[in-house]
């Protein structure tokens, strides 16, 4: 017993050993496997099979989804194109049946026995196009009918026949006409005499292509189906697509529910073989039914080719995705360095967006944001160190024309020059940024010497004045500067940059090309442009504006040979108003188009005044500004003004300034060309200071020119001015055009211009500028 006791735990002994060294065994088979797993050339494939069933299972799902609600929707359009068709069917057969109880109730109540005539006075027939009502007498006779041709045929008996036994309304099966070909429906009630007796039947023949006329092919497709069935079994019509058919039998219960569903149903149409969503409803009190039918194979046309779409983009992923896996095992190596390159792609990208958002992407300056924190930081360090720094608001000149000109390519190209050569004048403390457009702002921090900052903006001033290089022609721009300086023209940066702002706009008043310090003046006078500008929107229907003219008069005799109309505006608060302070403020915000109407319309009714009181027919001068000259309704309204004022086109000359007509030739040449067709002259008006040349001048049809006064100012004593005179009249006479001299203020000057044959002057050596009834008295007092 000891001995086998022995043997059996020996045995029990073993059997542990065997089952810990099984387990043992699994559990290092599992953890290899486990690590196998992990490699990528069993990893990504099972993840590939994973991704492809997700694939295929989404794509599936997709189609599925899309193919059911696509079928939903062709249901519920059938169904609600359904309810528009019984609606509109319902309506027209209610109208035919009216037609016939009207005949029917004039039959036998009034006892006309042809009541036609009576109710088409009464305009209570429906019209003969598309409907035929006639009279149809006991035998089957049409005694009368809207159609003359119809008069003397007879009807079929059983249509009588249906009408001697119910007193109902009666629809005929659809017949053929033998003369058109067309599909023709019967609509008719009983005519009983006065005994009660059947004495005749009211009939409407309509068209049957009538009740399918509503058939919309971008709803119903080329496939769909519209039509009305009797509750006989019998097609009175249906149409696909542009087929119009007739007189097909079918099962109507199995077409027309008897319930009052309203689903539509999926079936193969018996009468086409067409598969459709139908929908069919029996229409009230009327042995009618409409069917609608939508094709579909044709609304699902869309979500099946959508479904090949997805299928091909499945197959193409998958096909993509079995490629990538296999290639993975060879690009292990090429993953962590993949990973390497996006982490840095990822932080270059960083740093270009905060780049970005921080420096302008054309110039590469600071832009607004940057600057305002760079602004900010300084005014700080400015005011605990108790120093100064100044900023330099800069806008380009003449920007507009460049781009107008050379197109934006060379605009940016000369924003990025224009960049540089600022740049290029600064200290390295300095910072320049471009807030946008042809706008730049300079920071001048840590001020040692107040003069710096006038010699750095005439250095900025100079630098962008030297010629630039654009598309290979040579562009000159200038720049104007304003200039404001911490602690006095502001203590935050808003404060800084709107002073400097004012300033800038202060610049480009005194002639542009310039720079200018903030002061409390100029902040005056911003408020007083804002207040004109205010005050100016409301000027002319207030009636404070009013007309000035000064005479233009013969070199030899001193005659006045017609006048200029010059404006003038009487503000109620601040009297007189120059025209040099509000004309450009009327420019800038478009005001000067209608001010310029009125102008022209008044100053025209005033020549048509004075020629009415027997003075001589003498020319009116007006000027066109930039914003009028461009107006594209400009001949309109000097055509409508002409008419509307009866002045003589001829005695009308508008001046334009000669830099006007080079800006854009083409353009000038049209508008020109166009005031010429209107029998208006026209006179160039500041002559000298543009850049018009002998054959520049050749191809505009010109009648004057008017010689800019600062020629005429200095003409005794500067001999530039006298020698650009002189051939500025020869250039005239060269010409053929009367030549004008503006601003004669002295007898030496009227002389000079006697002595070169100048054709006509006007200035305050004869007369200044008068209110319409003192140079009344002037052409009054002129010898005739």
Known sequence: ??????????????????????????????????????????????????????????????????????????????????????????????????????????????????????????????????????????????????????AGSRVAQDELQTLRRDNVLSISRPWKNPVTGEWKLRFSRRLNSADGAFSGIAMVEVDAAYF??????????????LGLLGTDGIFRVWRTGEVVLAGDAVDYTAVVPDNETTEAVLAINGWDGVRRYTSARQLYDYPLAIIVGLSEEEQLSAVNRQAHTYLWRAAGAS???????????????????????????????????????YHDGLTSLPNRSLFSKMLSQSISEASRYHRQLAVLFLDLDRFKHINDTLGH???DQLLQEVAQRITACLRASDTVARLGGDEF????????????????????????????????????????????????????????KKNADIAMYQAKQQGKNNFQFYSEKLNADSLERLTLELSLRHALERQEFQLHYQAKRDIRSGQITGMEALLRWDHPDLGIVAPMQFIP????????????????????????????????????????????????????????????????????????AESLLMQDVKRALSVLT??????????????????????ALKQFPLDSIKIDRSFICDVTSVSEDKALTEAIIAMGRTLSLTVVAQGVETKEQADFLRENACDEFQGFYFNRPVPADQFTMLLQAQPG
């Open 1 to 150: 017993m000891p001995v086998q006791r022995s043997n059996i735990l020996r045995s029990a002994t073993d059997i542990a050993h065997s089952a810990n060294s099984v387990s043992v065994t699994t559990n290092s088979l599992f953890r290899r496997g486990f690590d196998q797993a992990k490699e990528i050339y069993i990893l990504f494939p099972l993840l590939a099979v994973f991704l492809l069933l997700s694939i295929w299972a989404a794509t599936l799902y997709l189609i599925k989804v899309e193919q059911v609600r696509a079928q939903q929707s062709a249901a519920a359009a059938s169904v609600e194109i359904a309810a528009t068709y019984e609606a509109q069917i319902l309506r027209a057969v209610r109208e035919i049946d009216q037609t016939l109880k009207l005949v029917k109730y004039t039959y036998e109540s009034e006892g006309e026995q042809n009541p036609l005539p009576k109710l088409k006075a009464r305009a209570l027939l429906p019209p003969p196009f598309l409907f035929d009502v006639s009279v149809v007498d006991a035998d089957g006779m049409v005694v009368a009918s809207t159609q003359p041709s119809e």
């Open 212 to 225: 399918v006329s509503s058939y919309d092919a971008s709803k119903l497709g080329n496939q769909g189906t």
């Open 319 to 357: 096909l993509l995705l079995v490629l990538l896996v296999s290639l993975l095992s060879r690009m292990s190596w090429q993953l962590v360095q993949s990973r390497l390159r996006a982490a840095e792609a990822k932080i270059a990208y960083a740093e270009r967006v905060e780049y970005l958002a």
């Open 409 to 411: 390519d060379a605009g």
């Open 441 to 496: 702002v300079i920071l001048l921090p840590e001020l040692s010497e107040d003069k710096y900052v006038a010699i750095t903006a005439q250095k900025v001033l100079s630098t962008i004045a030297r010629p630039f290089n654009l598309q290979d022609h040579e562009f000159r721009v200038t720049a104007s500067i304003g200039i404001s300086v911490f602690p006095q023209d502001g203590l935050d940066e808003q404060t800084l």
């Open 585 to 656: 403020i009327a420019e800038e915000t478009g005001l000067i188009v209608p001010i310029g109407k009125w102008v022209l319309k008044t100053a025209c009714l005033q020549n048509v005044a004075w020629q009415q009181q027997g003075l001589p027919h003498l020319g009116m001068a007006v000027n066109l500004t930039a914003r009028q000259f461009a107006d594209e309704n400009l001949l309109t309204d000097l055509a409508a003004i002409l008419a509307e004022t009866g002045m003589e086109a001829s005695l009308l000359e508008l001046e334009i």
């Open 674 to 695: 166009g005031l010429k067709r209107l029998k208006i002259r026209i006179a160039i008006d500041d002559f000298g200071i543009g850049y018009s040349s002998l054959s």
